[in-house]
Every structure is written in structure tokens, then in C-alpha cells.
């Protein structure tokens, strides 16, 4: 085996939107996305069509450089690209000159045979955050892993791979921010200077073009904003989708399902989701439901619905092989499914038993797939949680020969998972019509966040798991992934009453809050812990529906500017070393105001690191100053939770479901801090579609913190609110809570606390 490395350029043409530069070795293109977005593709198959299942912009057309000796010069508002032409190698550097990330200059990209390879320069303390889904920690500065979307069932806290692919990271050094975004679904490696004696940093693919997307924009939100402009933001989510979900491996039965649904309304315990997963099925076929244990699904999803209960189903990508079943008769007949090179069906074992795998990267394939959600849908799911879309087979290791159409399995596995979850997104919205489906899936790609929620597999009942599934759920917010779970409680094994209570309670700050376990685990529902326990358990998930104003809201920024409802600290304080630090790295911001500090079931203080800034504990108000840790209580029932300054943070009554009207009163919290700060309130119908017409509730509310004051905008969009009396509460002021209270209305409305 020969390396290949990308030599000097021979000859430099442009095309409307690219530049295009010749190499003995290789054809390197580059386009300009956006002023703070350069994309570069260095490929041996120039006139390969050029397809992303990510990108959903276009670039700028007209593209400039300049030349002078040996260099070319790429400059837009916010970035400058030079091009060293003798060898080929690429660096980028702030609008001012200041060096953001480079080629090694000795190895830049170079191949050994399909194997595509980036060398980079590593500076002094560079650190690194992203790849979403990853174990380990949140600077993974010193560490490598691999993207090769896996069925990960027990997986431990240091395994690698998992269920996602999301090659895209950000660096961080000298006070400057970058992102780099590695476009190729191949099996992709990422090494942060784990073993290069802290020279350089690589990436590379086992096929494919090194083909990335470089960002420049200064600050980690901004290069989140442009990173998700250029992959897609996710749409407002079903508001019953981000209340309670409970869950279980399986619930055996109708009658077992609606006595679940029930208990919470004996119990008085809000919830607004219920699962079905694969033992609802008639032998685990896709489309079916078993007769014996669910003998009339429009029954018991009617009585879910009189419960006020939604009910989302489980699919699995394997088809039954198994005459007479429309799916694989159909999708035999039509050539539907993944095949050897010779032609014949792939088969491979899964809960059905001997399976074909749906073609999901052909559009007549997906069309196939989504119209068969009528199976579902008449019955009344509202709810699609795609599963086992790695795609999962016993023995997990399907043959390099297995081909997608004329694509091998190793060239596109990495967004099969995705692209099953689009071809049910797209076939549910369309038979749902103006209501909006909840869409889950446990593989997948970058962009998937346009159409999908995604949870993190099958995790495990411990403290460890816990805290390290929080720091996945801060990841995937770092690469756009806002809507994001985990199983609470551990999916494998029995959580003690202590973890059970803890994890609920982070749960309440989880993007998707799901309890969830596996077959032959004790019972996990609320009630199963004793009347004390459960009493606390239901006041976190009455505080979680207390909040879903804010909640709600902050899902809207997600759909606006891609930043995640839960993020890890190093979006807001970047420079802060301390955040980094493996005591506080589990810490994030849950929506503007919010910081959360997970804390292990075992333990009942904490110590808690508090950025710069005045912090108050939610729940008693007690004043904490920022820029330090501080050693706190963390009583079972009270999860260490810190308000910042000039926190706003509306909320309602509490309901049982989303169904409920609640009380008309909008409760709009807001702790006194020494700046201004600002909240943006939105509100719609939370069903259906109307919002993207221009049927919703939004407005600016905002706090002034020399004159005392609050102010509510005139509200936009055309839809009434469910408010119509606003109680503001003060906290911090006076050291005594205050309450105020006004007319809720869309005009103006201002207050002095
Ligand atoms: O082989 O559908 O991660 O959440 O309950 C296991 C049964 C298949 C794996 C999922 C899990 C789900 C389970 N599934």
C-alpha cells in the first residue's frame, strides 16, 4: 500500500460557484456557503454527483480569489481561506489574520488506497468539543473515536462507537472559535491528538471525498447558528410530545396499556404519552397488530384519548420473510429491499426472525414505507419511534457485499438510520395532514434534527450512566440536536429508589422526558415506589408541566437558530476553564435561564461550579455568587437548580396533559439581576401546522434592570393566546418574593416590580 499525498497544484479554473484546483493526485473544489462557511472537497472521482443527505443549502455563486507566488486567497466578510499551491495545503484564519486551524503541512489530506485522511496542525491548548452521541468527556482533547452507527446494547460509558454519526466538531484555542464539519458517511475517524505527541489532530473516512464544511464565526452559539442554517433546524415539536412519555419493553396488552394510562389519573400524575413497542405487533411484522393481546387498536387508543393520552408505536427497519405478508411480498415484487452484488435478497435475523431490509435511499422505497403508516394511523397513532435503524441485525455485522441500490452497505450505513426516520416523517405528515407526527430514532446522521427527536439507546441503571447520558444529551445539543433523550431510570437493570428519584428529577430538564426500561426489569411506573416517593415524583413532573411555557419556548429559539434547550456550558461561558473541569463538565443550561448540576443518587451535597454572574437556587431563592463552585444541598427531592440574574422564566398552573385548558394564569418569573436581559415567549395551537401561516402567539418580554421594569411586547402572530391573567413574580428583590398582577393581553404591557 502506497500514501498518496496531495501534491502541488497544476492548474486553478472557477466555475460560477467553485474554484477548482488540479493535482496529480486529486480535483479540490471550493465553494463559499455563507460569509462564515467555506466548503472544501478534495476528491479522485471529480465527476461523481455531488450529493449530501445533510446540506440543505446552496452556495454563493460568483466566487473570487487572488493569487500572489505561491498562494491563493479566499476572503469574505467574516473568513479568509489560503490556498499554499506547492504542495496543496489549506488554512484558515479570522477576517483579521489570526490563524483559526490548518493542514499539517507535512501530511495535509492524503490517501492510502480508498482511506482519506486530514492531517491537521494542533495548537498548544486547543480543545475540542462535539461529534454528538460520544462517550467520554467534554473536552475530548486527547481522545479518538469512530463513527459506525452500531446497535450498542449494553454499552458501557467508554463505548465507542454508538448509535449516531455526527462528524462535525468545534475547536477551540487562543480565545478563537472554529467548526468543521466532515461530510462523508463512511465509517469516519476522529483522533484530537490522542496519539501524536500533541502535533497534530485527523480525521479521515474509508471512502469518500475529504469533503468538509469549515465555520469561522467567533463564539460556539454562532458557529451552532450557522452550522444548523446550513443542516437544518427542527420544526416546533407536538406539545404533548415534550410532556411526560412513559414507556416500557413492553406493555404486553391493551388492557395493560390502559390500566398504565389510568393509574397516572388515579394517581394524579401528569403524563401525556404512551408507548407501544415491538410486542403490539402480530410476530414483530411491520404494520400489524397482534389480535390476541390488541384486538382492537382504534379501542384502546380511543380510550387513550378520552384518558387525554397520545400513543406512539415502535417500527423496526426488518421485514419478515414470510409469504402473504403484504411487506415482503410487496417489497420482493418491487426490488425493494438490500441485496448481495449478485441480486439476490439480503437476509439477516432479527425479532421477526429471518428479515429483508427496506432500500430507505430510494425515494419510491420511502414512499412505500410511509404510505403503510395507515396501519397506525386510522387506529389513532400519533407517535413514530424508529428503532433497530443502525440498521440492527443479530450478530451486528452485515457483509461489506450488501448493497443499498448501487451503493454498498459501508458506504452509506452511517445515515441508513436517517433515512428510514425521513421516510416515515414524510409518510405520517402527509397522512396526518395539518397535525404534526413525534418522530424518534435511535440512529442517525447530521440534519436529522429537521424531522426527528432522537434518545440515546439502551443505557443502564447507575449513577455513572446517569451522568454520563446528560453529557451525551449536551453533546448532541453542540451538533443541532435540541429534541434528545434518555431512558430515565436506566434501561437495563433496576434503578435503587434513590437513582430512580434522581434521574426523574433530571428528567424534568431532559429535552424529552421518557421513562423507559427493558423487558424482565422490575416496574418502573411512578407508583412503584412508595407513597413518599411517589409523591415526589410526581411534584418533578408537575414542575416539568409548571415550566412548559419556558419549555416550549425554548424550542422555538431551537427552530429559529438551532441552539438545544439543554446546553453544555461551554456555549455560554467558553473561555471559563472551569467549565471543562471533569467535577462540573455534566452542567448545563437548561433554555436561557436555567443551570442544572446532575448529581449522583448516592450523594446529598454537591459541589456546584457557578460561572460569572449572580445565581439564585430555584425553589428558595438563595443568592449565590458566580464565578466559583459551591458546596450545596441536593436532597433527593430538590435537584441542585440555579436561576441566573435577570432570569425570565414564564409558567402556568399545573395540568394533568397537554389536553387541559389549565387556569388562564401565566406566571412570569423574573429574578433580579444587574443587566438587562430578554425572553422570548411563543405559544401556538402545539398540533397542528398553523403556526407556519402565521397562526401564533410570540413576543419579546423584557427586563430592565436600572428602572425596575418589566415589559411584555405587542405580541405577533394571530393566535390567542390561552393566557388572560399574568401574575409577574419577583424574586431577589427586597429578599422577599413579590407578586403582581395584570390583564394578559397583546398589547403592550408594562410593569415595575
Ligand atoms: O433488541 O424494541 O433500544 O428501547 O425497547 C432490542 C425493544 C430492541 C432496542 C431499543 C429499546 C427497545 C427494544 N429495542
Request: proline share 3%; aromatic share 12%; no cysteine.
Given at each position: 500500500m502506497q500514501t498518496q499525498l496531495l501534491g502541488n497544484a497544476k492548474q486553478v479554473t472557477t466555475q460560477n460557484d467553485h474554484i477548482i484546483i488540479q493535482t496529480a493526485e486529486a480535483t479540490a473544489k471550493i465553494w463559499v456557503y455563507a460569509p462564515?462557511?467555506?466548503?472544501?472537497?478534495?476528491?479522485?472521482?471529480?465527476?461523481?454527483?455531488d450529493a449530501s443527505f445533510a446540506v440543505i443549502q446552496q452556495p454563493e455563486t460568483?466566487?473570487?480569489?487572488?493569487?500572489?507566488?505561491?498562494?491563493?486567497?479566499i476572503t469574505t466578510g467574516q473568513l479568509i481561506l489560503k490556498v499554499n499551491k506547492t504542495p496543496l495545503r489549506f488554512s484558515f484564519y479570522t477576517a483579521e489574520g489570526k490563524v483559526l486551524s490548518e493542514d499539517d503541512a507535512r501530511f495535509g489530506v492524503n490517501w492510502q488506497n480508498e482511506r482519506v485522511v486530514n492531517y491537521r496542525k494542533l495548537y498548544a491548548d486547543e480543545k475540542f468539543i462535539g461529534l454528538g452521541e460520544k462517550t467520554g468527556d467534554l473536552n475530548r482533547r486527547g481522545t479518538h473515536y469512530v463513527n459506525w452507527n452500531t446497535d450498542a446494547s449494553k454499552h458501557t460509558i467508554y463505548t465507542d462507537p454508538l448509535y449516531k454519526t455526527f462528524p462535525f466538531f468545534i475547536g477551540l484555542h487562543s480565545g478563537l472559535t472554529y467548526g468543521l464539519f466532515f461530510d462523508n458517511t463512511h465509517k469516519s475517524y476522529f483522533d484530537f491528538g490522542?496519539?501524536?505527541?500533541?502535533?497534530?489532530?485527523?480525521?479521515?473516512?474509508?471512502?469518500?471525498?475529504?469533503?468538509?464544511?469549515f465555520f469561522g464565526a467567533q463564539g460556539v452559539a454562532d458557529i451552532i447558528k450557522d452550522y444548523t442554517w446550513l443542516t437544518g433546524r427542527m420544526e416546533m415539536p407536538p406539545l404533548w410530545s415534550i410532556g411526560y412519555q412513559q414507556c416500557r419493553y413492553s406493555y404486553m396488552s391493551a388492557d395493560e396499556v390502559l390500566s398504565i394510562a389510568q393509574k397516572f389519573r388515579e394517581h394524579n400524575i401528569p403524563a401525556d404519552v404512551i408507548y407501544c413497542d415491538i410486542d403490539y405487533m402480530d410476530n414483530y411484522k411491520i404494520f400489524t397488530w397482534n389480535d390476541e393481546a390488541f384486538p382492537d387498536p382504534k379501542g384502546m387508543i380511543d380510550k387513550l384519548k378520552a384518558l387525554d393520552f397520545r400513543t406512539v408505536c415502535i417500527v423496526d427497519p426488518g421485514i419478515k420473510v414470510e409469504e402473504g405478508y403484504k411487506q415482503y411480498d410487496e417489497g420482493v415484487a418491487k426490488n425493494y429491499f438490500a441485496t448481495y452484488t449478485n441480486g439476490d435478497n439480503y437476509i439477516a435475523s432479527v425479532w421477526p426472525g429471518r428479515c429483508h431490509f427496506p432500500n430507505f435511499f430510494d425515494d419510491e422505497v420511502k414512499e412505500w414505507w410511509g404510505a403503510a403508516f395507515t396501519a397506525l394511523t386510522e387506529p389513532g397513532v400519533e407517535g413514530f419511534w424508529n428503532d433497530m435503524n443502525e440498521p440492527a441485525a443479530w450478530g451486528q455485522n452485515i457483509p461489506y457485499l450488501v448493497?443499498?441500490?448501487?451503493?454498498?452497505?459501508?458506504?452509506?450505513?452511517?445515515?441508513?438510520?436517517?433515512?428510514?426516520?425521513?421516510?416515515?416523517?414524510?409518510?405520517?405528515?402527509?397522512?396526518?395532514?395539518?397535525?404534526r407526527p413525534f418522530m424518534l430514532?435511535?440512529?442517525a446522521y447530521c440534519g436529522t434534527q429537521r424531522f426527528s427527536a432522537v434518545w440515546t439507546g439502551d443505557n443502564t441503571a447507575t449513577d455513572e450512566h446517569m451522568l454520563y447520558g446528560?453529557?451525551?444529551?449536551?453533546?448532541?445539543g453542540l451538533v443541532g440536536m435540541s429534541f434528545t433523550g434518555v431512558d430515565i431510570g436506566g434501561y437495563t437493570g433496576n434503578p435503587t429508589p434513590e437513582l430512580m428519584l434522581r434521574w426523574n428529577s433530571l428528567g424534568v430538564y431532559i429535552p424529552m422526558y421518557r421513562n423507559h426500561a427493558e423487558i424482565g426489569t422490575a416496574m418502573r411506573e411512578p407508583w412503584e415506589w412508595g407513597q413518599e416517593n411517589m409523591a415526589i415524583i410526581r411534584k418533578d413532573i408537575e414542575l416539568r408541566y409548571r415550566l412548559l411555557?419556558?419549555?416550549?419556548?425554548g424550542f422555538y429559539e431551537s427552530s429559529q437558530n438551532g441552539l438545544p434547550l439543554s446546553r453544555t456550558l461551554a456555549i455560554d461561558y467558553t473561555p471559563d476553564e472551569n467549565v471543562f473541569d471533569v467535577r462540573y463538565q455534566n452542567q448545563f443550561l437548561f433554555g436561557n435561564s436555567l443551570l442544572v448540576a446532575p448529581v449522583e443518587s448516592t450523594k446529598l451535597t454537591a459541589e456546584v461550579y457557578l460561572p460569572e454572574g449572580e445565581w439564585y437556587r430555584f425553589g428558595n431563592d438563595k443568592a449565590y455568587e458566580g464565578g466559583m463552585a459551591h458546596t450545596v444541598p441536593a436532597p433527593l427531592n430538590d435537584l441542585p437548580v440555579f436561576v441566573k440574574g435577570g432570569g425570565i422564566i414564564p409558567m402556568q398552573s399545573v395540568i394533568q396533559s397537554t389536553n387541559e385548558a389549565g387556569d388562564g394564569i401565566l406566571y412570569l418569573h423574573i429574578w433580579k439581576g444587574i443587566q438587562d436581559s430578554t425572553f422570548i415567549y411563543y405559544e401556538d395551537d402545539g398540533v397542528t401546522y398553523d403556526n407556519e401561516r402565521g397562526i401564533f402567539h410570540k413576543r419579546e418580554i423584557s427586563y430592565h434592570a436600572e428602572s425596575n421594569t418589566v415589559m411584555l411586547a405587542v405580541a405577533e402572530g394571530s393566535y390567542t393566546s390561552k393566557f388572560n391573567t399574568l401574575k409577574l413574580i419577583s424574586h431577589g428583590?427586597?429578599?422577599?418574593?413579590?407578586?403582581?398582577?395584570?390583564?394578559?393581553?397583546?398589547?403592550?404591557?408594562?410593569?415595575s416590580l
Open positions: 462564515a462557511i467555506i466548503r472544501v472537497n478534495i476528491t479522485q472521482t471529480p465527476d461523481k454527483p460568483g466566487i473570487k480569489f487572488t493569487e500572489a507566488d505561491n498562494e491563493l486567497t490522542a496519539t501524536t505527541d500533541d502535533e497534530m489532530s485527523w480525521f479521515g473516512a474509508d471512502g469518500g471525498d475529504m469533503n468538509y464544511y448493497k443499498f441500490g448501487d451503493r454498498y452497505m459501508a458506504e452509506v450505513r452511517n445515515a441508513y438510520g436517517m433515512e428510514m426516520t425521513k421516510a416515515t416523517y414524510n409518510g405520517t405528515r402527509q397522512i396526518l395532514g395539518n397535525k430514532t435511535r440512529a446528560q453529557r451525551l444529551v449536551n453533546s448532541l411555557p419556558y419549555i416550549y419556548s428583590f427586597d429578599k422577599s418574593i413579590k407578586e403582581k398582577e395584570a390583564l394578559y393581553h397583546s398589547g403592550v404591557i408594562e410593569i
